[in-house]
């Protein structure tokens, strides 16, 4: 009876062994998207996505312009685009006095105040619509988007039309200089043709200082700078 007692007791602690075991067995564990994967996608399917915080210049009213300025090796610089993003800070005092309550309501503007801070963030989305196009899209949150196409040029000895993105680095605005000034925000530049070993490259400064020293701008054969403006309110 004991040894049929004890040979049960045993059979029960080596399958509990061998449960415990498959439990602490290593296995893979279905976990949810990350933000990062979003964007890897994003930038798989050639859309880059950018924001800028511009509530640091709500201290005055300025007139903001999006501007896109286009590079090629060989030519001189020229506008692409120019976005008017109106002023930063509006006033009812420009809005017919019938549609100032709907403003004041849309606003969300106290009463006894006039004013509202329009341009507080700016989002830029760059992506191919096509083979040898791309779009920028600037938007404003609450307020506008719109959108300009950007030519593309095929990388030499090549049919295909390869862009990346690089941010610039940004600096505080000089002394003096406060009532009129534009801020380079972002380079979308070709690839080129590395003759020696024949491969495409996009290669060096992952940022883009001011001055536009960086080493890779001495290869990169086309690209556009896509900036944003500021213009003191003269009626201030």
């Known amino acids: 009876m004991r040894k049929n007692k004890l040979t049960a007791i045993l059979l029960c602690l080596s399958l509990a062994g061998i449960a415990n075991a498959q439990e602490k067995s290593p296995q893979v564990i279905k976990s949810e998207p990350q933000l990062e994967d979003i964007y890897n996608v994003l930038e798989a399917m050639n859309t880059h996505i950018f924001r800028f915080d511009l509530k640091e210049f709500l201290n005055k009213t300025y007139s903001v312009n999006v501007y896109v300025?286009?590079?090629?090796?060989?030519?001189?610089?020229?506008?692409?685009?120019?976005?008017?993003?109106?002023?930063?800070?509006?006033?009812?005092?420009?809005?017919?006095?019938?549609?100032?309550?709907?403003f004041r309501e849309i606003k969300h503007i106290p009463e006894g105040k006039n004013e509202w801070e329009e341009i507080k963030e700016l989002a830029v989305y760059l992506r191919k619509s096509n083979d040898s196009t791309s779009v920028c899209t600037i938007n404003v949150p609450g307020a506008m988007r719109g959108g300009v196409p950007l030519k593309l040029r095929p990388v030499e000895k090549y049919h295909s039309y390869v862009y990346y993105p690089r941010p610039f680095k940004f600096q505080t605005i000089k002394e003096g200089e406060e009532e009129h000034f534009k801020i380079p925000l972002i380079l979308y530049g070709s690839a080129w043709l590395d003759e020696k070993y024949n491969i495409i490259r996009f290669c060096g400064e992952k940022e883009i200082d001011p001055e536009m020293k960086a080493e890779i701008l001495k290869d990169i054969p086309h690209y556009y700078i896509i900036g944003i403006e500021f213009k003191s309110d003269k009626k201030e």
């Open 69 to 102: 300025d286009e590079y090629e090796k060989g030519k001189s610089p020229k506008q692409a685009h120019s976005v008017r993003l109106g002023n930063n800070i509006q006033s009812l005092n420009v809005v017919p006095e019938e549609h100032r309550q709907a």
